[in-house]
């Protein structure tokens, strides 16, 4: 067998072909969703999607490269409110307010990351938090820009002239703009850049002395999830086509924990499943609370729920979703073998 | 004017001084970073007002009633969640112990709704001249209470046999069992202690701040405090304390008073730049 | 100048001094070895030289080039690769993953590039692997090729780890215990495996080792340290006769 051949088979983005086949079902899925399921599959779908993409960028971070994000939502924020400045206020088309956010978005991401860089663990940690809440409170008080507590409303999104009209048009922008991102999310982790950021993750000293420069991956590593962070936030924006404040919180960023860790940390289908298990648990409560009508209270179940869920997953340590799908899917391949 | 703000500052800064002891002596003794500490405040309050209001017991039953009942809450809230943490990986404490703070202030919110309200103050509320500024009875009060508790701790440290084991438990877990220490009894006094400081920092703040679910986001202040001081260390958890005090109330003052809320977090950041081992700390190298 | 030159070098941790006026001179192509008892400074002079540790007082020169403070990855680009006491791996990944990571300095593809894993990306990473494979062969690690490093046998990951480095194409290799946690036979294999290094590979050894009879078996020149000073040097038969080494190790 020609080497050269082997090497290119274990390269390709769809390692085995049962993951093809399971990706190209999905896609078909995807295509039909607006077709067969109502307005409001569509709205949950699209706004998964956008989550899909937070979690990919949160998971590159800190499962990956092993660096804590405790505020990534303030990321989310930033490229909501660039993409609302250069529409609204500059009359920016679309297509262009969003990269520039990522790309703004990104930059924050770099001088946080710089600052960042010599703190890990709990330090790196309270330091994300901190900048959490700082953008938080420049965005309430930064009212020329921001317009505060009150919000911006936005357009909706275009491509070059035309308008999107329909949510099923700005459903499928959305889904296609994710395909790229979880491309490119693929590339990375199977390319050197991913190998080097597992090692920063795993020992920064074995890293160093292989020549990795720390300084420019770890860098690299915080610019590359802001960037993702603020295609999100635009998109969001776009999407809900009004933003506030309330909607980048310290539960927000909570949540996007909880979605890689319960996902399946450092990976990418996890980001995947977690951002479908965020997405979908308000739809959860609401079933639970149907069943068991002594749930009456709604403010303060979503905090409860996520502090359990942290809870049972980190006493319990379980791999996630994803790892608990690979173990069925290894079951089922070696049945009846054990 | 300056003066003024420097003591309501530090009437503030040593309620964030209590709060960083409290979880700098959880994290001394077991290795766990307690996100939660904020609400074990706001626990212990409304313990105190239940009681204060519902069963119309007198401040001075309703206080001590209230300590004995957070010892025992922070005894279960380590049995239950808390031992399963031990060894484990530093993300994953600190992901456990914000879902713990989710988890108590929602349980709160629940029991107790998220209204606000007043709480009584055990000191008077009229105000005290002081030379060159005037003092509200209850920001002299907290000033009193918190050096006076600090001195006691520092007592209980160096002098009491329980103190000693802490110590020790801290320094060398495994030495420590060895010459008889029992680290399982250790741990539970440990949350016992940081649960009855909460409640003492949370009811002296009370009067002043009102009380509602949100209290505990006074918790968080208490991180940049810690780490400003030297994370770990208690001297430094009360001059960091004061010191982000009184910052607040100066940032607060002289610049907009949004900055306020925000300046522990870029005295944190700084510091964390600059200085990551805080006033007190020493710099840690790892090993290979 | 010689190969590797480190010239009156120190550093202190706190007030313990834990090298003190190291001389230490490697030619070319040898196989030297470094010992002492326990904490005599010999993992602090590979971080020294390193770069992972900065050191108070002295110079390397390397190639008759100072890399005195030099960072860590600037280091490795010298060419100068190492092994750990305990194994720096990425337990996750797969023994294939963990050796492609020696490579990274030969990386010559951008971040874009490599984010839309583009022809030139290919390119490198088939590269890369050709190279890992011939380690993997070398070092006769190819029925572990896919198996997550977690889940090995300690000599086995010190094997890896002794790939990835080997992967970088160093022209002087620090092995920090390479023998550590081997039976007896894997022992023999590493005798062999570093007389291989050194004739075939042409690359410059310097180890710290504990089993003394390995290391008279394998080394060209031994440098003794006790206490972070330099007590003796020279070829095995010498040292073996050194009555200051005898008494470092048995005591007085």
Not at chain 1, 144 to 162: C, D, F, M, R, Y
Not at chain 3, 29 to 35: D, P, S, W
Not at chain 3, 206 to 216: F, P
Request: glycine share 10%.
């Amino acid at each position: 067998m020609d080497i050269k051949t082997n090497y290119i088979d274990d390269i390709k983005i769809f390692e085995e072909t049962s993951k093809l086949i399971w990706f190209l079902f999905f896609m078909v899925f995807l295509l039909f969703v607006p077709l067969f399921a109502g307005e409001y599959m569509v709205y949950m779908v699209s706004l998964t999607a956008i989550y899909v993409i937070v979690a990919l960028g949160l998971n590159l971070l800190s499962g990956y490269a092993g660096q804590i994000s405790l505020g990534h939502a303030a990321f989310m924020a930033i490229g909501a409110y660039s993409s609302s400045y250069l529409t609204v206020k500059l009359g920016l088309p679309f297509w262009f307010a969003l990269p520039a956010s990522g790309v703004i978005t990104g930059i924050v991401g770099i001088l946080l990351g710089i600052a960042a860089l010599r703190l890990s663990g709990f330090y790196l940690a309270i330091a994300t938090m901190a900048f959490a809440f700082i953008v938080d409170e420049v965005i309430l008080n930064w009212v020329s820009v921001t317009n505060g507590a009150n919000g911006i409303k936005l357009p909706g999104p275009s491509i070059g002239p035309l308008a999107l009209k329909t949510d099923t048009q700005v459903y499928y922008l959305i889904i296609a703009i994710t395909l790229i991102m979880i491309w490119a999310a693929k590339n990375i982790t199977r390319s050197s850049l991913g190998r080097a950021f597992a090692l920063i993750r795993d020992s920064e000293t074995a890293a160093e002395t292989m020549g990795v420069n720390l300084f420019k991956y770890k860098t690299i590593a915080f610019c590359i999830s802001a960037f993702y962070a603020g295609i999100a936030g635009s998109l969001f924006a776009h999407f809900l086509k009004f933003i506030s404040p309330s909607n980048f919180s310290l539960m927000d960023s909570i949540g996007f924990i909880i979605m890689i860790l319960v996902g399946g940390i450092g990976t990418i289908p996890g980001s995947v499943f977690g951002a479908i298990f965020i997405t979908f648990l308000p739809e959860g409560i609401r079933f639970l609370k149907d069943i068991f009508p002594f749930f009456v209270v709604e403010t303060g179940l979503q905090g409860l729920v996520y502090g359990l869920i942290l809870l049972v997953f980190i006493i319990l340590e379980p791999t996630g979703l994803y790892g608990r799908w690979l173990i069925i899917k290894r079951y089922w391949e070696n049945f009846p073998l054990k | 004017m300056f003066f003024q703000q420097l003591l309501s500052g530090m009437a503030v800064g040593s309620i964030y001084a209590l709060i960083a002891i409290g979880f700098t002596i959880i994290y001394k003794a077991t290795d766990v970073i307690n996100f939660a500490q904020g609400e074990l405040m706001v626990w212990g309050c409304f313990f105190s007002l239940t009681m204060i209001t519902s069963l119309s017991m007198p401040l001075w039953i309703a206080f001590p009633l209230t300590l004995i009942f957070m010892a025992m809450f922070g005894i279960i809230i380590q049995f239950l969640a808390i031992r399963h943490l031990v060894g484990k990986h530093i993300f994953s404490i600190v992901m456990a112990t914000i879902g713990l703070s989710f988890v108590l202030r929602h349980l709160a919110g629940i029991i107790w709704t998220y209204d606000t309200f007043p709480f009584p103050s055990i000191f008077p509320s009229r105000q005290f001249s002081l030379g060159l500024a005037t003092i509200s009875g209850i920001h002299l009060g907290i000033i009193a209470a918190s050096f006076s508790l600090m001195a006691l701790l520092y007592g209980f440290f160096k002098l009491t046999s329980l103190g000693l084991a802490m110590r020790a438990t801290q320094q060398n877990q495994f030495g420590a069992s060895v010459v008889g220490v029992s680290v399982k009894r250790v741990f539970s006094m440990t949350w016992a202690l940081g649960a009855v400081l909460g409640a003492i920092a949370g009811m002296l703040i009370a009067p002043i701040q009102f009380l509602d679910v949100n209290l505990g986001y006074l918790g968080m202040k208490a991180f940049p405090a810690a780490v400003l001081g030297g994370f770990g260390s208690i001297p430094g958890a009360i001059v960091g304390g004061l010191i982000i005090g009184v910052s607040e109330n100066l940032a607060g003052t002289y610049m907009a008073t949004w900055v306020r809320d925000i300046a522990a977090y870029i005295i944190l950041l700084v510091i964390l730049m600059i200085r990551p081992q805080g006033i007190f700390g020493i710099q840690e190298k790892k090993r290979v | 100048m010689s190969f590797l030159d480190i010239q009156g070098l120190s550093i202190s941790f706190g007030g313990l001094r834990a090298l003190e006026k190291v001389d230490l001179h490697l030619d070319e192509g040898e196989v030297h070895a470094l010992i002492g008892p326990n904490g005599a400074g010999k993992t602090s002079l590979f971080n020294c030289i390193s770069g992972v540790y900065k050191q108070t007082e002295g110079r390397i020169y390397f190639r008759s080039q100072e890399i005195t403070g030099l960072p860590p990855h600037k280091v490795a680009m010298r060419g100068i690769a190492r092994t750990f006491q305990n194994t720096e791996l990425s337990p996750d990944m797969t023994v294939l993953d963990n050796i492609l990571l020696g490579r990274h300095i030969r990386n010559r593809v951008g971040v874009f590039s490599r984010i839309c894993f583009t022809a030139s990306t290919r390119r490198q990473e088939i590269e890369d692997r050709k190279r890992a494979e011939e380690i993997i062969d070398f070092l006769e690690l190819q029925a572990w090729r896919w198996a997550p490093v977690a889940n090995l046998p300690y000599g086995i990951r010190k094997k890896v780890e002794l790939a990835r480095a080997l992967v970088m194409d160093p022209e002087l290799l620090l092995l920090d215990e390479p023998s550590a946690g081997m039976n007896l036979e894997e022992r023999e294999d590493l005798i062999f495996w570093i007389e291989d290094i050194k004739e075939d590979l042409k690359i410059t050894i310097l180890l710290v080792e504990h089993a003394i009879q390995m290391v008279m078996e394998v080394s060209d020149r031994i440098t003794v340290l006790d206490y972070g000073k330099v007590i003796a040097s020279g070829p095995p038969q010498e040292i073996q006769q050194n009555p200051k080494v005898i008494e470092a190790y048995l005591g007085k």
